[in-house]
T-cell receptor
Framework: ETGVTQTPRHLVMGMTNKKSLKCEQH?????MYWYKQSAKKPLELMFV???????ENNSVPSRFSPECPNSSHLFLHLHTLQPEDSALYLC?????????????FGEGSRLTVL | GQQLNQSPQSMFIQEGEDVSMNCTSS?????WLWYKQDPGEGPVLLIA???AGELTSNGRLTAQFGITRKDSFLNISASIPSDVGIYFC????????????WGLGTSLAVNP
């Protein structure tokens, strides 16, 4: 198993759909992250979970809803998205949530909102 | 908010050439990190730097944490085609080390 796996790799959805992105890490890490990557913008941190507790929420719209049922799994539930939400969504994990910056990323889920 | 200035934005070089890119900030940073992102993949950590003046190598890659703590550079020696990708700098500053600040990336193309 690779370190951090994300599914689906590609997702196309309408603005009224509900979908979820899934992330699983096989590294025994205690912290997991959701990032949004858009063209010509720096990586944007969305959510951080440390030991399954949400420790950061960077003013993300409520149409994005994270869920961390255990330290190995992280979900991002999507509903009533907007076209500007189209982006690459990256999941990452780290040993702990202290934020040393050493992150292990998944391959990303490319989201297109029509 | 805090921003990192990464340059150059893109580079097109011949195989075998050396490459240099850098990142600067207006604030003092506690850590500097360099990541590489291949097409269709997530970023992969190349080098992490934790002390001012620190010089660290990873194969043909060398990175340094600037003495002023406001800059860092990454050098790639004797480039090869698989060096193609986007290189990102990132850093943490202040008391909130949980949040990384990212540069916009340097896109590297290597002509065989």
């Amino acid at each position: 198993e690779t370190g951090v796996t994300q599914t689906p790799r590609h997702l196309v959805m309408g603005m009224t759909n509900k979908k979820s992105l899934k992330c699983e890490q096989h590294l025994g890490h205690n912290a997991m992250y959701w990032y949004k990557q858009s063209a010509k913008k720096p990586l944007e941190l969305m959510f951080v979970y440390s030991l399954e507790e949400r420790v950061e929420n960077n003013s993300v719209p409520s149409r994005f809803s994270p869920e961390c049922p255990n330290s190995s799994h992280l979900f991002l539930h999507l509903h009533t998205l907007q076209p500007e939400d189209s982006a690459l969504y990256l999941c990452a994990s780290s040993q702990d949530g202290r934020g040393t910056g050493e992150l292990f990323f998944g391959e990303g889920s490319r989201l297109t909102v029509l | 908010g805090q921003q990192l200035n990464q340059s150059p934005q893109s580079m097109f070089i011949q195989e075998g050439e050396d490459v240099s890119m850098n990142c600067t900030s207006s604030s003092i940073f506690n850590t500097w990190l360099w990541y590489k992102q291949d097409p269709g993949e997530g970023p992969v950590l190349l080098i992490a730097l934790y002390k001012a003046g620190e010089l660290t190598s990873n194969g043909r890659l060398t990175a340094q944490f600037g003495i002023t703590r406001k800059d860092s550079f990454l050098n790639i020696s004797a480039s090869i085609p698989s060096d193609v990708g986007i290189y990102f700098c990132a850093g943490t500053f202040g008391g909130n080390n949980r949040k990384l600040i990212w540069g916009l990336g340097t896109s590297l193309a290597v002509n065989p």
